[in-house]
């Protein structure tokens, strides 16, 4: 009996060392090295520069907070982040002025596509046009499986709870 209680505590530890070997840094995957770069990038820009219309006067000292989600990237065989080129994701970003709570926030929302060539990487987020409709000028700029996902999907439950409490910190709340 406490040769199975001894094994059972083993088969647990060496379950616990390899999660902790995953979450150590360097040995990320790609698709998390990208989605923290992406994360990053939008976070370090101004609204400006992410080519949002509309978006709003803002405090100069507001922080903006993202969330993302990684739809693909190009090219598809990379592996590494510095062979990725573009990477096409959905990003909700909120300005956070101090004491101002997400419900009033000035968000920046929507399919995004970073080219990686640049440092920093540029941001083109997805807009109509008088001439264009959102839905056309989103096939134009995505490869189909992504235009597909980003017409169907945004944040993961987890991310959007990520964002939240890291915008409530960073608003003071």
Do not use: N
């Amino acid at each position: 009996m406490r040769t199975r209680y001894i094994g059972a505590a083993v088969a647990l530890l060496t379950a616990a060392a390899g999660a902790v070997a995953l979450t150590r840094p360097g040995t990320s995957s790609l698709q998390d090295q990208i989605m923290t770069r992406m994360r990053t990038s939008l976070e370090q820009s101004s609204p400006e520069q992410h080519q949002h219309a509309g978006h709003g006067a803002q405090a100069a000292d507001a922080a903006v907070i993202c969330g993302v989600r990684v739809y693909g990237y190009e090219p598809a065989e990379a592996g590494t982040l510095t062979d990725v080129t573009a990477v096409y994701g959905f990003h909700l970003c909120g300005v956070a002025e101090q004491q101002r709570p997400w419900d009033v926030a000035v968000k920046l929302a929507g399919p995004v596509i970073l080219d990686m060539s640049s440092d920093p990487p540029g941001i083109q987020v997805v807009e109509a046009t008088a001439e264009v409709k959102y839905v056309d000028r989103l096939r134009q700029m995505f490869p189909s499986p992504y235009a597909e996902m980003a017409l169907k999907e945004a944040l993961s439950t987890e991310e959007m709870a990520d964002l939240r409490g890291r915008y409530d910190a960073a608003a003071g709340l």
